[in-house]
C-alpha cells in the first residue's frame, strides 16, 4: 500500500510554500483531477506544507528551554551556535519527515489518517463515532493563518491525550489553512450528524467560504443566531469579584511586606509564583474568555472565544449530558452565574463563563427545549439532616418532573444541577455509618466525567430508596428513541 | 408511589458460599502467621502484658469471620426488565442502578485462587466513572449467564449516549 500512493503522489518534492489562499472548494473523492498541490490521485490529502515549520519550532524551542536551564553557566555562544547549526537541520528535517508521511483521506463513512515515519500508522475515524470537531488556533499558527482540526471522539480515546498543548497526537491534524480546516469541519460534520447520508460530497452546511473572510464571521452563512455574548466589562468585573485575585493579593502582600522591611530579598522572589497563579487566575481567563459568543448553527451550540488563541467548538444538545449553574456569593448581587456542562467527547466544559441568570436560562431552554428548570419544586431534606450539614442544610435540596432532576447545593458558590431522565447511566444510593443512625441516605446521578456530579443531598432513608426506584422508571422512558431527550 | 417499583424481595440473588470461603481461607492465611508471629513475642519476652497481644489477631479474625459472614449476606443483585439492581454493604450501604441500555462493557475475571475455589467477578462499566456496579463472586457458569444476557439486553436496549 505504501509503494502505490507513493507512486501517485505528485507533488512529494514540492518545497514547503508559503501561505496561499484556500484553494477552491472541492470534493475530496471528486472525480475531475484537484488543481490543489495537498490532493493527490486517491483522494488523500496532505497537511498545510507550513506544517513542518511550525512543528520543528517546537523542537528546536523545547531544547534550547532544556539547554538553558541546566548549563545556564557553561554554555558559550559558540556552543549554542554549532548545536542549532546541527539542531535546525534535524528538526527541519524531522518537521518535513511528520509532513511528508502524513495524509488523511475522507472516505464514505469515516476519515482515514496515516501516520508515522518509521511505524506506520493507519487510524480510521468513524464519522458516526465522532463526538466533536473543534477548530483550533494557536497563536503561531494563527499569525499564518493555519488552523487545528481537533476531532473528539468518545470515550477511550482520552488516554492518547499527552500531547504538548492537551490534544491528541494522533487526532489532530495540524495544520490545515484556516479555509480548508472549515471546509473539513463542514464536512466530518455532516457526515457525522446524519451518517444515513454520510458522504464526503455532502453539501456544505457552511456554505463556499472564500478564505478571505475574516476567520470569526466565514462560517456564519447559514442562518445563525447569536444566543449570549460575554460583555468584556462584566467579565473583568466577575474575575475581580471571584476570590483568586484577592488571595493572591493577600498572599504577595504576606510574603513580600515582611521580606521587605527586613531588607531581604528572599521573600520577594518567593511571591514570583503567586504572580504567575494570579496571572493564570485572572489575565488568562480574561483572554480564554473574552471575546465569548454562544449561538446556535445547524450542528448545534457554537462557543467562539478566545482574545489571542481562537478557539471554536460546537457542542450538538444530544451530547449534553448535564448542566451545572454556579452563583458564587460576590456574584449573587448581580445575578451572575456560571454555566457549566458534562459534554461527551473532550469539549469544552464551560458554556458561558459568566452571564445573568436569565441568559443561563435561556441557554438552558436552547440545550433542553421544553424543560422549565424553574417550575421544578425543589423540596429540603428532613430536618434531622441539620446534624450532617447544619450550616447549609437551607441549601440542599431536589426535585425532579417528567424530564430532568434538579439539585441545589452550596453555601457560597450555589450550584444548581439539571440532569436529564434519559442521560443519566447508573444511580447509587449510599448510606453512610453516620447517615444510616439518622436514616438519611445519599442518592448519586452518575454522567459522563465533567465538573457536575449531581446528588440529590442528605435524604430521608425510605424515600431516598423510593427515589432510586422512581428515577429509575423516569429514566427508563427517558431512554426511549422516541422521547425528547433522547 | 414508588412502593410498586421496588423488586420482590424474592426475585434478589444472593452470592454462592465460594465467596464466603474464598474469604475465610485468605483470612485464615492471614490470621495464622500473624498469631504465630505474636506467640514468638510472647515466648521472647517477658513481663505480664505480652500475653495478652496474641489475643489482638484472634479477635481482629473473629470479628472479620463474622464480617464476613455479613458482608456475603448482604450482598445481592436482582435482574429487572430493564435494569439491573446490585445492594451491597453493612457500614455503608448502597444500593445501584444499571440501566441495560447504558452499559459499555461487562468484565468477568477470575484470578487464580477464584478459578480454584469455583467462582468469577463481573464488573459492569458505564460511560461514567463512578458507577461502581460489581457483583464479586459468581459461579463461573452463572457469570457467563449474566454476562450474556446483559450484553444481549444491552444490545436490544442501547440508547448511544
Known amino acids: ?52 515549520f511550525l512543528r520543528g ?3 528546536v524551542a523545547a531544547f534550547a ?23 535546525v537541520p534535524a528538526a527541519g528535517i524531522y518537521g518535513y519527515c511528520v509532513w511528508r508521511f502524513t495524509r488523511y483521506r475522507l472516505d464514505g463513512d469515516g476519515l482515514r489518517l496515516d501516520t508515522g515515519l518509521l511505524v506506520r500508522r493507519t487510524r480510521y475515524v468513524r464519522l458516526d463515532r465522532l463526538q466533536a470537531v473543534d477548530l483550533v488556533q494557536p497563536l503561531l499558527a494563527r499569525l499564518v493563518g493555519l488552523a487545528v482540526v481537533r476531532l473528539d471522539l468518545a470515550g477511550h480515546e482520552r488516554r492518547d491525550r499527552a500531547d504538548s498543548d492537551g490534544g491528541s497526537a494522533t487526532s489532530d491534524l495540524r495544520y490545515l489553512s484556516l479555509g480548508h480546516a472549515q471546509r473539513l469541519r463542514g464536512q466530518l460534520l455532516t457526515g457525522s450528524a446524519r451518517p444515513a447520508a454520510a458522504s464526503p460530497t455532502a453539501p456544505d452546511p457552511f456554505g463556499p467560504s472564500d478564505g478571505s473572510d475574516p476567520p470569526d464571521r466565514s462560517d456564519r452563512s447559514d442562518g445563525s443566531a447569536t444566543l449570549a455574548e460575554v460583555p468584556p466589562t462584566r467579565l473583568a468585573a466577575a474575575i475581580a469579584l471571584s476570590p483568586a485575585p484577592w488571595v493572591a493579593v493577600f498572599g504577595v502582600a504576606a510574603i513580600a511586606v515582611p521580606s521587605l522591611l527586613t531588607g531581604t530579598r528572599t521573600g ?62 460576590l456574584w449573587r448581587p448581580f445575578g451572575w452565574v456560571t454555566l457549566r456542562m458534562n459534554v461527551a467527547g473532550s469539549g469544552p466544559t464551560v458554556l458561558l463563563p459568566v452571564a445573568r441568570h436569565d441568559e443561563a436560562m435561556a441557554l438552558v431552554g436552547a440545550l433542553l427545549p421544553g424543560v422549565d428548570v424553574a417550575a421544578v419544586a425543589l423540596t429540603r431534606g428532613p430536618r434531622r439532616a441539620l446534624l450532617l450539614a447544619p450550616a447549609h ?35 447509587r444510593l449510599i448510606a453512610n455509618p453516620l447517615a444510616r443512625l439518622l436514616r438519611l441516605a445519599d442518592v448519586h446521578f452518575d454522567t459522563i466525567d465533567g465538573p457536575v456530579r449531581v446528588r ?31 | 408511589m414508588a412502593e410498586a417499583l421496588i423488586p420482590d424481595p424474592a426475585s434478589w440473588q444472593v452470592l454462592p458460599p465460594q465467596l464466603r470461603r474464598m474469604r475465610r481461607t485468605l483470612l485464615l492465611g492471614v490470621t495464622v502467621p500473624a498469631v504465630m508471629l505474636t506467640l514468638l513475642i510472647t515466648v521472647t519476652v517477658d513481663g505480664w502484658p505480652w500475653p495478652l497481644l496474641t489475643g489482638v489477631p484472634i479477635a481482629v479474625a473473629g470479628w472479620a469471620w463474622f464480617a464476613i459472614e455479613r458482608v456475603w449476606r448482604a ?22 442502578v444499571v440501566p441495560y441500555g447504558r452499559m459499555q462493557l461487562v468484565d468477568v475475571s477470575a484470578g487464580p485462587l477464584a478459578r480454584r475455589f469455583g467462582i468469577a467477578k463481573v464488573q459492569l462499566h458505564t460511560a461514567a466513572a463512578t458507577s461502581d456496579a460489581v457483583i464479586p463472586g459468581l459461579r463461573p457458569a452463572e457469570a457467563a449467564r449474566l454476562r450474556d444476557a446483559l450484553t444481549e439486553r444491552g444490545e436490544a436496549r442501547s440508547a448511544g449516549l
Not at chain 1, 435540596?397 to 444541577?417: K, S
Not at chain 1, 442528605?458 to 422521547?483: C, F, I, K, M, N
Not at chain 2, 443483585?77 to 444500593?95: K, M, N, P, T, V
Open chain 1, 393 to 427: 442544610w437551607w441549601v440542599l435540596a431536589c426535585g425532579a418532573d417528567d424530564r430532568i432532576f434538579v439539585a441545589r447545593h452550596g453555601l457560597l458558590r450555589r450550584h444548581t444541577d439539571i440532569i436529564t431522565h434519559g442521560k443519566v447511566q447508573s444511580i
Open chain 1, 1 to 52: 500500500m505504501t509503494t502505490s500512493w507513493e507512486a501517485t503522489e505528485p507533488t512529494v518534492a514540492d518545497p514547503p510554500k508559503p501561505p496561499e489562499p484556500p484553494d477552491p472548494p472541492q470534493r475530496s473523492e471528486s472525480p475531475d483531477p484537484p488543481e490543489s498541490s495537498e490532493s493527490g490521485d486517491d483522494g488523500y490529502r496532505r497537511l498545510h506544507p507550513l506544517t513542518p
Open chain 1, 456 to 486: 440529590s443531598g442528605h435524604r430521608d432513608r425510605q424515600a431516598a430508596t423510593a427515589l432510586v426506584y422512581a428515577q429509575a422508571e423516569l429514566s427508563r422512558l427517558g431512554r426511549r428513541p422516541d422521547h425528547p431527550d433522547h
Open chain 2, 75 to 96: 450482598w445481592r443483585y436482582a435482574e429487572r426488565e430493564d435494569d439491573l439492581l446490585i445492594s451491597r454493604g453493612i457500614l455503608i450501604q448502597r444500593l445501584v
Open chain 1, 268 to 329: 520577594v522572589l518567593g511571591a514570583i509564583p503567586i504572580l504567575g497563579w494570579l496571572w493564570h487566575r485572572t489575565v488568562r481567563v480574561f483572554a480564554v474568555g473574552y471575546p465569548y459568543t454562544v449561538s446556535t448553527s445547524a450542528d448545534g451550540l457554537r462557543l467562539d472565544s478566545g482574545l489571542i488563541e481562537r478557539a471554536h467548538a460546537t457542542v450538538p444538545p444530544g451530547r449534553v449530558q448535564a448542566l451545572r449553574i454556579t452563583a458564587p456569593l
Open chain 1, 65 to 87: 528551554a532544556t539547554i538553558g536551564r541546566t548549563f545556564a553557566e557553561e554554555v558559550t555562544a559558540r556552543a549554542i551556535g554549532l548545536t542549532m547549526l546541527f539542531l
Open chain 1, 57 to 59: 519550532w517546537v523542537i
